[in-house]
T-cell receptor, first 111, second 117 residues
Framework: SQQGEEDPQALSIQEGENATMNCSYKTSINNLQWYRQNSGRGLVHLILIRSNEREKHSGRLRVTLDTSKKSSSLLITASRAADTASYFCVVGGGSNYKLTFGKGTLLTVNP | GAVVSQHPSRVICKSGTSVKIECRSLDFQATTMFWYRQFPKQSLMLMATSNEGSKATYEQGVEKDKFLINHASLTLSTLTVTSAHPEDSSFYIC?????????????FGPGTRLTVL
């Protein structure tokens, strides 16, 4: 299974603090993506990192990928209350387009 | 970015009835679409792959006779939950990769919340 597993399952921080979420997966990948889901809503694509990349930035987001450890991390800097959401790492794609979602981390940013 | 819509966004039905959910790619064609189910506080689980012009392929444990999928055109896939029961209450989300696009580029619909009484 390529299912990613996020750690922690839930994270509560104060506004302005940084939030770090980790993801582990089991098989080799071509890329890894992170998505955000606000409560009971659709998914928003955040960032994609390819297997030959080690780190990628997008605004307040920083993603790292360690293929030797089959793990990735998502860092959100200077968090805001609006960042409150569930965050999923996603692996897959490839020739059959199938994506496999991790269990997710529920991030709560308190104002 | 590309837009995928779902209709309805929310539906409440009585046990035993059938419910149809539509997934449309609004500004691109998609020969393949995916249907996911998400129970409260859980992750998305892939249910099936909808293929335009051919039968859908279902993930293990998903009843094909209960979850009917029809990929009527290059921009529309429908999921029909037949004889719905309370345990089918869930959040159903579709996604679509643009035909000819990168396999990792998929666009998700906003989801349909189904409540079966």
């Amino acid at each position: 299974s390529q299912q990613g597993e996020e750690d922690p399952q839930a994270l509560s921080i104060q506004e302005g603090e940084n939030a770090t979420m980790n993801c582990s997966y089991k098989t080799s990948i071509n890329n890894l993506q992170w998505y955000r889901q606000n409560s009971g809503r659709g998914l928003v694509h955040l960032i994609l990192i390819r297997s030959n990349e080690r780190e990628k930035h997008s605004g307040r987001l920083r993603v790292t990928l360690d293929t030797s450890k089959k793990s990735s991390s998502l860092l959100i800097t200077a968090s805001r209350a609006a960042d409150t959401a569930s965050y999923f790492c996603v692996v897959g794609g490839g020739s059959n387009y199938k994506l496999t979602f991790g269990k997710g981390t529920l991030l709560t940013v308190n104002p | 970015g590309a837009v995928v819509s779902q209709h309805p966004s929310r539906v409440i039905c009585k046990s035993g009835t059938s419910v149809k959910i539509e997934c449309r790619s609004l500004d691109f064609q998609a020969t393949t679409m995916f249907w996911y189910r998400q129970f409260p506080k859980q992750s998305l689980m892939l249910m099936a792959t909808s293929n335009e012009g051919s039968k859908a392929t279902y993930e293990q444990g998903v009843e094909k006779d209960k979850f009917l999928i029809n990929h009527a055109s290059l921009t529309l896939s429908t999921l029909t939950v037949t004889s719905a029961h309370p345990e089918d209450s869930s959040f159903y989300i579709c996604s679509a990769p643009p035909s000819g696009g990168a396999s990792n580029e998929q666009f998700f619909g906003p989801g349909t919340r189904l409540t079966v009484l």
